[in-house]
């Protein structure tokens, strides 16, 4: 199986930027598809972006487009989430997950087969 792992997570003011990783290893193939999810505390886990296998086609959560950006290095695994103009509201714990297999849906929790262990981000005002 895939194993997801994240890092990078951390402290930052309300405007600033932060960049989490996320890098794969195990499993036969890359993923299809890497994706970001988000949860904060009290609430589900959301979508925030996701990205396929050759990086061509990236989609965004309302919330955060325009500000973050996703992106891969599929030869190493890697993916990344790059967070600026961060607010308040963007604080919690960030997801890695990865799709081995085409679905219909990339902003649903249920289409993705291999998760992170999470990486904390905390905006502060």
């Known amino acids: 199986q895939v194993q997801l792992v994240e890092s990078g997570g951390g402290l930052v003011q309300a405007g600033g930027s932060l960049c989490v990783s996320c890098?794969?290893?195990?499993?036969?193939?890359?993923?299809?598809?890497m994706g970001w999810f988000r949860q904060a505390p009290g609430m589900e886990r959301e979508f925030v972006a996701a990205i396929n296998w050759s990086g061509g086609r990236k989609y965004y959560a309302d919330s955060v487009k325009g500000r973050f950006t996703i992106s891969r290095d599929t030869a190493k695994r890697m993916a990344y989430l790059q967070m600026n103009s961060l607010k308040p509201e963007d604080t919690a714990v960030y997801y890695c997950t990865g799709m081995n297999w085409r679905r219909e849906s990339w902003s649903l929790k249920s289409s993705y087969d291999y998760w992170g262990q999470g990486t904390q981000v905390t905006v502060s005002s």
């Open positions: 890098a794969a290893s195990g499993g036969t193939f890359s993923t299809y598809v």
